[in-house]
């Protein structure tokens, strides 16, 4: 099972970005697609992208298309978020997650699929 620590969270203006890093541990990190999620205060925690393990498969909700990008880096056993043109509904504690898939290279887009969470990684937009 891998573990996961997420970085690069903070308070950035609306139209601003940041890049989100998760490093996993673990030998196998290739095996594992990944996926970022966030929950904002009061409200349920929500799918935001995934990847497969050999990154050829992404797909993003509705909401971050076309200014979020979800990469990986397998040599480095790391994922990454790089959030554009970022907005104030865009603050959220945001979570990386790990599920084995060795045989599949298919992302998965429901938490209840992950086995292994982040402890998260605050991101506060300033209007």
């Known amino acids: 099972q891998v573990q996961l620590v997420e970085s690069g969270g903070g308070l950035v203006q609306a139209g601003g970005s940041l890049r989100l890093s998760c490093a996993a541990s673990g030998r196998t990190f290739s095996s594992y697609a990944m996926g970022w999620f966030r929950q904002a205060p009061g409200k349920e925690r929500e799918f935001v992208t995934a990847?497969?393990?050999?990154?050829?498969?992404?797909y993003y909700a509705d909401s971050v298309k076309g200014r979020f990008t979800i990469s990986r880096d397998n040599a480095k056993n790391a994922v990454y978020l790089q959030m554009n043109s970022l907005k104030p509904e865009n603050t959220a504690v945001y979570y990386c997650?790990?599920?084995?898939?060795?045989?599949?290279?298919?992302?998965?887009?429901?938490?209840?699929?992950?086995?292994?969470w982040g402890q998260g990684t605050q991101v506060t937009v300033a209007s």
């Open positions: 990847i497969s393990w050999s990154g050829g498969n992404t």
């Open positions: 997650a790990a599920k084995y898939t060795p045989y599949n290279d298919t992302y998965y887009t429901t938490a209840h699929q992950y086995t292994a």
